[in-house]
């Protein structure tokens, strides 16, 4: 008989509470396997694929494309014994008490986290989602071996018109339906052309985008009677805009600015890219910088550290975890390169090619993004000279690199052009004074400005 089990949001990072559906990468009817991914959500902290722990057949998706769940909902029912393979029921019970009985089913075995996902509660106080299409029963033992057990009613699919078949929930077609607009005239806007209460309202309005439209030019928040679009605040961005509102309010925020002739660093750079040591990395100012930091960092210790509220403590770090501000398609992150102060320049300049393809695929994980002790953010590649970043939350500092420039300079009594580049500091000032952030500024400027004194250090 069949057996049905709930697959929850597990909490994929430490202390994420919700994420967003982003697509489904399974249907009703599909046979998956152990550990296949089903879904892609993403977190406040990043996009990230979820494998199912069970092997069987799926048999509903609970939540939509775009909805933002809490962890420990169920989002997915599979049959893991679509043959019937299990050990046999007990003795048949009335039909009117084996339907509760599948919806008491215990909460461990509902609820089971994904291994290596974290854990959280099952007792949460937010139900399912209801959907249209009610989760399976066991079916009861039928009365004589002859009767066949009765299966689960299929879903009714929409008849084709044109080889075009509209993709929508049923609360969805029944709002089309009271509101007169005809489903096959409309392309989707969710992800995979899902129609959604917003496009049936937008035709009913006579503003919705027609059938065969591309997905990707359909607007879902654009109001053509307002010229306006509004886009919900949600995952990456919502995150981050609450980590740079609780930086900004709660840390004294001081920044420091430095001019530097970094000429001496390009000549150095082009030689060791010809170099067979250096053959086949991309070796970035960006590799210098972090090795400057890294370095700054054990003679400046106080922005590798980190102010306590709760113990009321400055903790100071022996080791240095870099964060890299990257700009990705979903917004600000900022993957970290674990002990960074342990690596040579060489290694430095490889993690920070895998660190940054990583984050433009959209692929980087929570933990890669937790425990950062110090930032940068390279402004450069963007033509800017400066800016006065925000400190990220948890650390005490963030530099922010600007653009190479070929400028004036005035080597020597004479005015030569030279690569000059400009760095800014901001630091937290209740754990780095005006003097420990001016020094480890100095010292990050000399150190690119010529990378010979780093054999000082």
Excluded at 383 to 400: R, W
Excluded at 437 to 449: K, Q
Aim: aromatic share 4%; with cysteine; glycine share 8%.
């Amino acid at each position: 008989m069949p057996e049905y089990k709930q697959f929850p949001l597990s909490d994929t990072a430490e202390g994420l509470t919700e994420a967003d559906i982003l697509a489904w990468r399974v249907k009703p009817g599909d046979t998956v396997t152990v550990n296949q991914i089903v879904v892609e959500v993403e977190t406040a902290k990043a996009a990230v694929e979820l494998p199912i722990p069970w092997a069987g057949v799926v048999t509903e998706l609970h939540v939509e494309p775009g909805q933002t769940v809490e962890v420990g909902t169920p989002i997915l029912t599979v049959d893991v014994d679509p043959d019937g393979k299990a050990s046999p029921a007990p003795a048949a019970a009335p039909a009117a008490e084996s339907a509760p009985a599948a919806e008491s089913a215990p909460a461990e075995e509902e609820m089971k986290p994904l291994v290596g996902y974290g854990s959280k509660a099952a007792g949460t106080t937010r139900r399912a989602r209801k959907s249209a299409t009610p989760a399976p029963a066991p079916v009861a033992a039928a009365p004589t071996p002859a009767a066949p057990a009765p299966a689960a009613p299929a879903p009714v699919a929409e008849t084709p018109r044109g080889g075009y078949v509209p993709l929508a929930k049923p609360p969805v077609r029944k709002l089309a339906k009271d509101l007169g607009v005809d489903l096959h005239s409309l392309t989707g806007s969710a992800d995979g052309g899902v129609i959604t209460r917003e496009d049936v309202h937008r035709a009913a309005n006579g503003s919705a985008a027609p059938a065969g439209t591309p997905v990707s030019t359909v607007d879902s928040g654009y109001d053509p009677a307002t010229r306006e679009r509004r886009v919900p605040i949600k995952g990456v961005r919502k995150a981050t805009a609450a980590a740079m509102v609780q930086s900004a309010y709660t840390a004294p925020h001081v920044t420091e600015f430095l001019t530097v002739d970094v000429t001496p660093m390009m000549e150095l750079r082009e030689k060791l890219k010809k170099s067979r040591e250096f053959s086949g990395v991309k070796l970035t100012p960006l590799a210098f910088a972090a090795k400057a930091v890294c370095l700054a960092a054990k003679r400046t210790p106080d922005v590798n550290a980190v102010w306590d509220e709760a113990a009321q403590e400055i903790v100071y770090k022996d080791y240095v975890h870099l964060g890299i501000a990257a700009a990705t398609p979903r917004g600000l992150v900022v993957p970290k390169i674990r002990d960074a102060d342990s690596l040579s320049l060489k290694e430095l300049a490889v993690a920070l090619t895998e660190l940054t393809d990583v984050a433009r695929e959209g692929k980087t994980t929570p933990a890669a993004m937790l425990g950062g002790t110090f930032t940068i953010t390279n402004v450069g590649v963007f033509g800017v000279d400066t800016g006065t970043p925000i400190i990220n939350p948890g650390e005490s500092a963030i530099l922010a690199v600007g653009a190479i420039r070929d400028t004036p300079w005035v080597v020597d009594g004479e005015i030569k052009v030279r690569k000059v580049m400009q760095l800014s500091l901001s630091f937290d000032h209740r754990v780095v004074d005006g003097q420990q952030g001016s020094e480890f500024l100095a010292d990050v400027g000399a150190l690119l400005a010529d990378p010979a004194v780093a054999i000082t250090y």
